[in-house]
């Protein structure tokens, strides 16, 4: 083997080592988070739930702040490491040429999301005394909205739409909340096909015009 396929297979077994240790941090870090909060939360506690060293969380995060903002965005993008828009998910709604369809599309692609997603908002919703933590709650909601106001853009590509195209993107933004996921699923108790059938439902009566009627359940 010559130097530098040696040197190659090093540097891409230290890449595979260095993801396989970030993803055990990770992997912890939210069963931490899930059982503490985040002030109760430690970064030694993380790196003994992960079996590894808090100097070796210290130096791949800094800090247990930037583990919870990494944890944020691997639950929204979830095992697909693309840009959510990039994903087959939001791909298929793109492409659909009903309104109807398109939202059934976005409701059950949604709605994994924000299983992955709702416990991790809780969690920084409820550190109120980080302001670092507020105003990471304050971006990820703005990040959300930009990209569910493509939603709308693309429902208003197959036909008309009963509100302004801001309008239909705050809709949206409000209806598929993790917060209001969490109090259907995780406080009234539904099912998962339950929650996904109101929100295409509901979605389709905010957004669409009378003569689309909603279906029944």
Same mark, same amino acid.
């Given at each position: 083997?010559?130097?530098? #396929?040696? /040197? =190659?297979? $090093?540097?891409?077994?230290? &890449?595979?080592?260095? +993801? @396989?240790?970030?993803? %055990?941090?990770?992997? !912890?870090?939210?069963?931490?988070?899930?059982?503490?909060g985040?002030?109760?939360?430690?970064?030694?506690?993380?790196?003994?739930?992960?079996?590894?060293?808090?100097?070796t969380v210290?130096?791949?995060?800094?800090?247990?702040?930037?583990?919870?903002?990494?944890? #944020?965005? /691997? =639950?929204? $993008?979830?095992?697909?490491? &693309?840009?959510i828009? +990039? @994903?087959?998910?939001? %791909?298929?709604?793109? !492409?659909?040429?009903?309104?109807?369809?398109?939202?059934?599309?976005f409701?059950?692609?949604?709605?994994?999301?924000?299983?992955?997603?709702?416990?991790?908002?809780?969690?920084?919703?409820?550190?109120?005394?980080?302001?670092e933590?507020?105003?990471?709650?304050?971006?990820?909601?703005?990040? $959300?909205?930009?990209?569910? &106001?493509?939603?709308?853009? @693309?429902?208003?590509?197959?036909?008309?739409?009963r509100?302004?195209?801001?309008?239909?993107?705050?809709?949206?933004w409000?209806l598929?909340?993790?917060?209001?996921?969490?109090l259907?699923?995780?406080?009234?108790?539904?099912?998962?096909?339950?929650?996904?059938?109101?929100?295409?439902?509901?979605?389709?009566?905010?957004?669409?015009?009378?003569?689309?009627p909603?279906?029944?359940?």
């Amino acid at each position: 083997m010559s130097g530098d #396929v040696k /040197r =190659a297979y $090093r540097s891409d077994r230290r &890449r595979e080592q260095a +993801e @396989q240790t970030r993803s %055990r941090v990770l992997d !912890a870090a939210a069963r931490v988070f899930g059982e503490r909060g985040f002030e109760g939360a430690t970064v030694n506690a993380i790196a003994a739930e992960a079996g590894i060293s808090p100097e070796t969380v210290y130096a791949r995060f800094g800090n247990k702040r930037t583990v919870l903002i990494e944890l #944020v965005g /691997r =639950a929204a $993008r979830g095992p697909d490491a &693309r840009p959510i828009l +990039e @994903q087959p998910g939001p %791909r298929a709604v793109a !492409a659909a040429t009903d309104q109807r369809e398109q939202l059934r599309l976005f409701a059950t692609d949604i709605v994994h999301r924000l299983e992955r997603v709702g416990p991790l908002v809780a969690v920084l919703a409820g550190a109120p005394s980080e302001p670092e933590l507020v105003e990471v709650l304050h971006r990820i909601h703005g990040v $959300r909205r930009k990209n569910l &106001r493509t939603l709308a853009d @693309q429902l208003a590509v197959n036909g008309p739409l009963r509100l302004g195209r801001e309008a239909a993107a705050d809709t949206i933004w409000a209806l598929a909340s993790p917060e209001l996921h969490r109090l259907l699923t995780g406080v009234r108790g539904w099912s998962r096909r339950r929650y996904v059938a109101w929100l295409a439902d509901a979605l389709a009566a905010a957004l669409l015009p009378d003569e689309c009627p909603v279906r029944s359940s």
